[in-house]
């Protein structure tokens, strides 16, 4: 089993920065992607960043260029930076993995998820 468990969340000001982390427990050997998730009041959730172990990332078109990820594949964790951040982020941000590979080397296929961490940009 895996637990993902995020952090930073908060109140910032148009034009502000905030940076989230989330960091994996469990038995885990690596894991192939993580990422961030946001879903915003009666809307879908929807992808904001991944990035593989390999170093292969994907962005919203959205945040190109304002947002970073990064991850560190020792540490099983993964950071978003946000700058220059404008209301429409205001959302709740989900920690995301998937193909985790155990202690047991055994692969598997479930997506993981994090409880959420809020962000809200609001003057």
């Known amino acids: 089993q895996v637990q993902l468990v995020e952090s930073g969340g908060g109140l910032v000001q148009p034009g502000g920065s905030l940076r989230l982390s989330c960091a994996a427990s469990g038995s885990i050997f690596s894991i192939w992607v993580m990422g961030w998730y946001r879903q915003a009041p009666g809307k879908q959730r929807e992808l904001v960043a991944t990035l593989t172990n390999r170093g292969e990332t994907k962005y919203a078109d959205s945040v190109k260029d304002r947002f970073t990820i990064s991850r560190d594949n020792a540490k099983k964790s993964v950071d978003l930076q946000m700058n220059s951040l404008k209301p429409d982020d205001t959302a709740v941000y989900y920690c995301?993995?998937?193909?985790?590979?155990?202690?047991?080397?055994?692969?598997?296929?479930?997506?993981?998820w994090g409880k959420g961490t809020l962000v809200t940009v609001s003057s």
């Open positions: 995301y993995a998937n193909g985790v590979l155990t202690l047991t080397m055994v692969a598997e296929e479930a997506d993981y």
